[in-house]
């Protein structure tokens, strides 16, 4: 049989935890959104069967592409030289995800330096 200090004890750290759980579920659940805005944040273009798809974009000046590797076997290495804007995404292994901010208006050729037909073109306004 319980005392009545003990009891109490008990309830009080019931008291404690039960609000700290509901909070850190709170937290949990209002970071699922968060988490899943950010992974959805940009636009995305693959890279399969050595093709960008979609071949072609417009995007606003400061908006991000994230290119993925969506081929199971293939290296892509996707870059840009221009005067005003370059960038290179180094080797991609399958399943990468790689984001490119476009911080200057033009229109831009991403290349793939593995796969000399891979061609995107990038109209930023």
Do not use: W
């Not at 750290?13 to 909070?23: D, K, Q, T, V």
């Not at 292994?93 to 796969?115: A, E, K």
């Amino acid at each position: 049989m319980l005392s009545l200090a003990t009891a109490k004890q008990r309830k009080s750290r019931l008291a404690f935890l039960l609000p700290s759980l509901a909070a850190l579920g709170a937290g949990m659940l209002a970071g699922v959104p968060v988490v899943g805005g950010l992974q959805a944040a940009g636009i995305v273009v693959s890279q399969k069967g050595r093709m960008f798809h979609p071949d072609s974009l417009s995007v606003t000046k400061g908006e991000t592409v994230i290119i993925v590797n969506d081929d199971s076997d293939l290296l892509h290495h996707a870059y840009i030289e221009s005067p005003t804007f370059s960038f290179d995404s180094g080797d991609q292994d399958p399943g990468s995800r790689t984001p490119v901010v476009f911080t200057q208006p033009g229109i831009f050729q991403v290349l793939c330096g593995i796969h000399p037909k891979m061609k995107l073109t990038v109209r930023v306004n």
